[in-house]
């Protein structure tokens, strides 16, 4: 399984980005992915989550500012994040657990800069 997220970039606080994070390969052993954060000197956080169904969650402060969706039939699970705060600077990668061997596959992080 290959994870290819983009849409990172720079932004002033209260602005918006939509992350996407296309995945392709043996698909059939992924249902459930997730988006993930770092900032620098910081550990990895798990940010949202979503099911194969669609059902979502999320953690610590993007809720109510973050959504996370997914198009099936695209193949790509989305970030969408609004009225960012230079707290949300950081590096994000999508995450999709693997059902058979239960490791995990990691894209390859996007930047998202909020400047204040």
């Known amino acids: 399984v290959q994870l290819q997220a983009s849409g990172g970039g720079l932004v002033q606080a209260g602005g918006s980005l939509r992350l996407s994070c296309a995945y392709s390969?043996?698909?059939?052993?992924?249902?459930?992915m997730g988006w993930y954060r770092q900032a620098p000197g910081k550990q990895r956080e798990l940010v949202a989550t979503?099911?194969?169904?669609?059902?979502?969650n999320y953690f610590g402060s993007v809720k109510g500012r973050f959504t996370i969706s997914r198009d099936n039939a695209k193949n790509t699970v989305y970030l969408q994040m609004n009225n960012l705060k230079p707290e949300d600077t950081a590096v994000y990668y999508c995450?999709?657990?693997?059902?058979?061997?239960?490791?995990?596959?990691w894209g390859q992080g996007t930047q998202v800069t909020v400047s204040s």
């Open positions: 995450n999709a657990p693997d059902l058979i061997t239960r490791g995990a596959y």
């Open positions: 390969g043996s698909i059939f052993s992924i249902n459930d």
């Open positions: 979503i099911t194969g169904g669609g059902r979502t």
